[in-house]
């Protein structure tokens, strides 16, 4: 069974720093598209950043130059490295894999697999 954790979720002010985590079972990491999303208050979701089976990866512009997505295939383990914070990134983020080919950013909030998500909350 395939399982994605989610994990690394705080609250923080804006300016900060967080690391998110994504333990991975049932199925190894490496042969799919990964990546995280995020859903705002409204229910508005957004794709933020992918990471491909070859390692490439791309961002949501919103993100570009402050998150960095990256994966541990040895742990099955996929992180977001989360840095100068601001509060529009306040949102639930959730993990997630799927098998589709050229692993869009924008359709990640559509993937076969995620999780239960880690909610990150950045105040001014």
């Known amino acids: 069974q395939v399982q994605l954790v989610e994990s690394g979720g705080d609250s923080v002010q804006a300016g900060g720093s967080l690391r998110l985590s994504c333990a991975v079972s049932g199925y190894t990491a490496r042969r799919y598209c990964m990546g995280w999303f995020r859903q705002f208050q409204g229910n508005e979701r957004e794709g933020v950043a992918a990471?491909?089976?070859?390692?490439?990866?791309n961002y949501a512009e919103s993100v570009k130059g402050r998150f960095t997505i990256s994966k541990d295939n040895a742990k099955n383990t996929l992180y977001l490295q989360m840095n100068s914070l601001k509060p529009e990134d306040t949102a639930m983020y959730y993990c997630a894999a799927n098998t589709f080919g050229g692993c869009a950013v924008r359709l990640l909030s559509i993937s076969e697999y995620r999780g239960q998500g880690t909610q990150v909350t950045v105040s001014s």
């Open positions: 990471i491909d089976r070859d390692g490439s990866t």
